[in-house]
């Protein structure tokens, strides 16, 4: 059974790192005790090892302990292994391009795909998509491929921001990019407002937490989708 949540950011404003969605790791991992985390996005460039010590400290509040694949010497092995897997969030590029580099990407989609328990922040939520293309990162580096996961039929555009009427800011808005990305492409893009995280049971997608999220699709108008209600596409 195919057990997935894709969270739009690691940590809300005013709270720890993951503090905000523990409650729910807790149940969803409940059978659990030792997690794989995935720390190749590493944001602000910290090393493997720090990025899995933040890691640990969120986990051991809800008695899971967590080990980097890094400290493995075969990463597919270890993702294939793995209890769960947790992908940390940071630059999307740099993820997919070590994905690659790792030659992890099937592996991945074996072990999730065959039941192994998943989260994904950010950059982690970012690759359960079709590709990695709404993104919101720069591009650091240069991947193989866009291709990712595939474990929802839709990309994730995480961190959404709707238009502030107060800014004087004459760039696009995040609405503007996703609509100039279906000018060329079809695939559907998910806008998931911080705070909120798709919760992925086989082939059903909730929408959770707090926020509506904002569906995207080729040639029609953007609509939201209500908190506790099912993503279809």
Request: charged share 20%; with cysteine; proline share 6%.
């Amino acid at each position: 059974m195919k057990k997935i949540i894709i969270a739009s950011t690691s940590t809300v404003h005013g709270s720890d790192y993951l503090s905000y969605i523990l409650p729910t790791l807790a149940t969803f991992f409940k059978e659990v005790s030792t997690i794989l985390f995935i720390p190749y996005a590493r944001p602000s460039g910290i090393s493997y090892d720090d990025y899995t010590i933040k890691a640990k400290k969120a986990f051991e509040k809800i008695n899971i302990k967590v080990k980097g694949i890094h400290e493995y010497n075969n990463p597919k092995d270890a993702v294939l292994k793995a209890e769960a897997i947790f992908t940390g969030g940071g630059n999307t590029f740099e993820l997919v391009n070590q994905l690659y580099k790792q030659d992890i990407i099937n592996s991945l989609q074996e072990a999730v795909n065959g039941g192994t328990p998943y989260l994904g922040t950010s950059a982690g939520s970012n690759i359960c998509g079709v590709t990695m293309m709404n993104t919101n990162d720069m591009p650091i580096v240069y991947p193989p491929s866009f291709t990712t996961l595939g474990f929802i039929p839709f990309n994730i555009n995480a961190h959404y921001l709707d238009p502030n009427p107060d800014s004087t800011h004459m760039g696009e808005t995040r609405e503007t990019r996703i609509k100039e990305y279906h000018v060329f492409n079809t695939t559907p893009v998910l806008g998931l407002r911080e705070g909120s995280w798709l919760e992925v049971i086989n082939k059903d997608i909730v929408l959770r937490g707090d926020y509506t999220a904002r569906l995207f699709k080729a040639n029609e108008s953007p609509r939201e989708i209500p908190s506790n209600s099912k993503v279809i596409v």
